[in-house]
């Protein structure tokens, strides 16, 4: 494990070193052969592999339901702590019927500063007073 770890650290400071020369250019004309040889390799050292090929179904098998629980578990992560975090447009989400209940409040304020703009007034009609629409 010392190995690759130390790869990835040296690859590092060489391209933060190199950064200024026409190496980064070669690198990057170089980088999608040597992933795709080291794929070719993968599966030929997997297909070669008897005792991993008659236990595929069961591997495949366990590799999917791993995934799909780390999906749903970094989804059900982001919506939680998602509720706590500041919405770029200022505030906390809450959810969409906390939104739907500050809307309905800004709605029902009277024309001027902290009213959408595309609120409906009480005849069903957007209020066509304001210069562009901006109230």
């Known amino acids: 494990m010392f190995l690759p770890i130390?790869?990835?650290f040296i690859g590092i400071a060489l391209g933060l070193l190199l950064k200024r020369t026409a190496?980064?250019?070669l690198a990057d004309r170089l980088f999608m052969p040597i992933v795709c040889a080291l794929l070719f390799a993968m599966g030929y050292v997997t297909g070669g592999n008897a005792e991993l090929m008659a236990n595929l179904p069961t591997l495949g098998l366990q590799a999917?339901?791993?995934?799909?629980?780390?999906?749903?578990g970094s989804v059900l992560c982001?919506?939680?702590?998602?509720r706590f975090l500041p919405s770029p447009e200022g505030g906390?989400?809450?959810g969409a019927?906390?939104?739907a209940e500050?809307?309905?409040?800004?709605?029902?304020?009277?024309?001027?500063?902290?009213?959408?703009?595309?609120?409906?007034?009480a005849s069903g009609r957007k209020d066509e007073s304001a210069p562009g629409g901006i109230r």
């Open 6 to 8: 130390s790869c990835i």
């Open 23 to 25: 190496l980064p250019k």
């Open 64 to 72: 999917l339901l791993l995934a799909g629980a780390t999906i749903v």
């Open 78 to 82: 982001v919506c939680l702590i998602g």
């Open 92 to 94: 906390f989400k809450g």
């Open 97 to 99: 019927k906390a939104c």
């Open 102 to 121: 500050a809307r309905s409040k800004a709605c029902a304020a009277p024309s001027g500063k902290g009213r959408p703009a595309d609120c409906d007034d």
